[in-house]
């Protein structure tokens, strides 16, 4: 997919939902992690890492055959960060938290709510592609706060 297409898809988002978040478009994240995009709550801004959301896609469904919505699910997503009222809130109880528990309960609570937004937003999106997409991302905070309790 070219950056023509992934811009198109983004600005439709944007629009729907009114947002005025900054939206840039890079290939791949620096640092080796396998991040579709980021929210910078300092910038009001979203970057898109686009090779990064093709290996998402191919990791999860094993082709390409779903990357636009795929990329139209993660940008949703990071739309849900910026719009979240209590993302500043949480993210300074996440800094000053002392308990890895909390820290770990409060990180899953960001990203569900971010989740929950994205679902509020994508209603002709595949259900059970958003629905893999949102257990896939939630799983690995799922996964640390059960090895802390455990």
Same mark, same amino acid.
Not at 23 to 29: G, K
Not at 102 to 129: G, M
């Given at each position: 997919?070219?950056?023509? &297409? $992934?811009?198109?898809?983004?600005?439709?988002? /944007?629009?729907?939902?009114?947002?005025?978040?900054? /939206? #840039? +478009?890079?290939?791949?994240?620096?640092?080796?992690?396998?991040?579709?995009?980021?929210?910078?709550?300092?910038?009001h801004g979203i970057t898109m890492y686009l090779e990064e959301i093709r290996k998402q896609c191919m990791n999860i469904f094993g082709s390409l055959? %779903?990357?636009?919505?795929?990329? %139209? &699910? @993660?940008?949703?997503?990071?739309?849900?960060?910026?719009?979240? #009222?209590?993302?500043?809130?949480?993210?300074?109880?996440?800094?000053?938290?002392?308990?890895?528990? *909390? %820290?770990?309960? +409060?990180?899953?609570? &960001?990203? =569900?709510?971010?989740?929950?937004? $994205? *679902? =509020?937003?994508?209603?002709? @999106?595949?259900?059970?592609?958003?629905?893999?997409? +949102?257990?896939?991302?939630?799983?690995?905070?799922? =996964?640390? &706060?059960?090895?802390? +309790? $455990?």
């Open positions: 997919m070219n950056r023509t &297409i $992934a811009k198109h898809i983004f600005d439709e988002l /944007v629009a729907r939902t009114g947002s005025q978040v900054n /939206v #840039r +478009i890079r290939s791949r994240f620096p640092g080796g992690r396998n991040v579709g995009g980021k929210y910078s709550m300092n910038e055959e %779903r990357y636009e919505e795929v990329l %139209r &699910i @993660v940008f949703a997503h990071e739309l849900g960060h910026s719009a979240d #009222r209590d993302l500043s809130t949480l993210s300074d109880q996440f800094d000053m938290c002392e308990d890895e528990l *909390e %820290r770990k309960k +409060i990180a899953l609570l &960001i990203e =569900e709510n971010a989740w929950h937004y $994205a *679902e =509020e937003i994508l209603p002709e @999106v595949d259900q059970s592609v958003l629905q893999t997409m +949102i257990y896939v991302s939630l799983q690995s905070y799922r =996964e640390a &706060i059960a090895q802390e +309790i $455990a």
